[in-house]
T-cell receptor, first 114, second 113 residues
């Protein structure tokens, strides 16, 4: 069974440029998460989806970050415009439901903003 | 804020048991103890979880003290592939589902050949 797929794996952009990350969760998983991981820290939740509905986006910086999961399957996280402080690894995870005890993580996208 | 305290780093000899401690003195009755690990350049991976009884699976054992204020993750025969950052997380399960995973900084475990 394929795991969580993310692309690109690496992205280097200049500040003020837009960037987008894509995630395809495990087939059949209704719950999708986006996390941000700064260097030396644990991942921090940005947003959680139940199917196509964003049910927890309290940690998403809404002035520059946006996310969508239009058909309740794959998802896109966008930053516009990017700032130097956005350099981090962006992780996508999925689980079969919010009641599931296990989240499956993708390998992440390492973003460098110069 | 993370609700757990873990040592920053630990070493363990290959083939020996690795014992990773975690303090969670403010844990509530409906909160489970979860362990995830993150190997370099990969996403976190679920290891095990428990409420109050000791748990064992193919990867590890979880020992939770009777007062539930601390726990120990045991990797019985550590290999070089177990080198990773290990996160201890407390997480509630309510009628609305699981609360979010709140990661701390974890323990960096290095397995020594």
């Amino acid at each position: 069974e394929a795991g969580v797929v993310q692309s690109p794996r690496y992205k280097i952009i200049e500040k003020k440029q837009p960037v987008a990350f894509w995630c395809n969760p495990i087939s059949g998983h209704n719950t999708l998460y986006w996390y941000r991981q700064n260097l030396g820290q644990g991942p921090e939740l940005l947003i959680r989806y139940e199917n196509e509905e964003a049910v927890d986006d309290s940690q998403l910086p809404k002035d520059r970050f946006s996310a969508e999961r239009l058909k309740g399957v794959d998802s896109t996280l966008k930053i516009q415009p990017a700032e130097l402080g956005d350099s981090a690894v962006y992780l996508c995870a999925s689980s079969s439901s919010v009641l599931s005890y296990e989240q499956y993580f993708g390998p992440g996208t390492r973003l460098t903003v110069t | 804020d993370a609700k757990t305290t873990q040592p920053t780093s630990m070493d363990c000899a290959e083939g020996r048991a690795a014992n990773l401690p975690c303090n969670h003195s403010t844990i509530s009755g409906n909160e489970y103890v979860y362990w995830y690990r993150q190997i370099h350049s990969q996403g976190p991976q679920y290891i095990i979880h428990g409420l109050k009884n000791n748990e064992t699976n193919e990867m590890a054992s979880l020992i939770i003290t009777e007062d539930r204020k601390s726990s120990t993750l045991i990797l019985p025969h550590a290999t070089l592939r177990d080198t990773a950052v290990y996160y201890c997380i407390v997480r509630a399960l309510s009628n609305f589902g699981n609360e979010k995973l709140t990661f701390g900084t974890g323990t960096r475990l290095t397995i020594i050949p």
